[in-house]
């Protein structure tokens, strides 16, 4: 059975950081590319950034330069690096292995408010 695990969410000021953490189990971690998406109020889920079995990266437009995707292999987790926040970063952060699995983790809430 899959599960997701997200955390390392909060409040933080603009211009702040956050690392978010995923513990993913129920299928083999390194054989998977993951991402991690978010949802923001009122708006659909969207992919922000995606790391591939070899380290390869894509991050969306939106947020290059600011969030950085990694892994873990030996401790089958993927991260996520948020710096220099922006309030339009607040959402709900969701990992999944890429494709996407049909079930979702409760997600980690980031707010970025002052």
């Known amino acids: 059975q899959v599960q997701l695990v997200e955390s390392g969410g909060g409040l933080v000021q603009p211009g702040g950081s956050l690392r978010l953490s995923c513990e993913p189990s129920?299928?083999?971690?390194?054989?998977?590319?993951m991402g991690w998406w978010r949802q923001a109020p009122g708006k659909s889920r969207e992919l922000v950034a995606r790391?591939?079995?070899?380290?390869?990266?894509y991050v969306t437009d939106s947020v290059k330069g600011r969030l950085t995707i990694s892994r873990d292999d030996v401790k089958s987790t993927v991260y996520l690096q948020m710096d220099r926040l922006q309030s339009e970063d607040t959402a709900v952060y969701y990992c999944?292995?890429?494709?996407?699995?049909?079930?979702w983790g409760q997600g980690t809430q980031v707010t970025v408010s002052s």
């Open positions: 999944n292995r890429v494709p996407s699995y049909p079930s």
């Open positions: 129920g299928f083999p971690f390194t054989a998977a590319a």
């Open positions: 790391i591939g079995r070899m380290g390869g990266v």
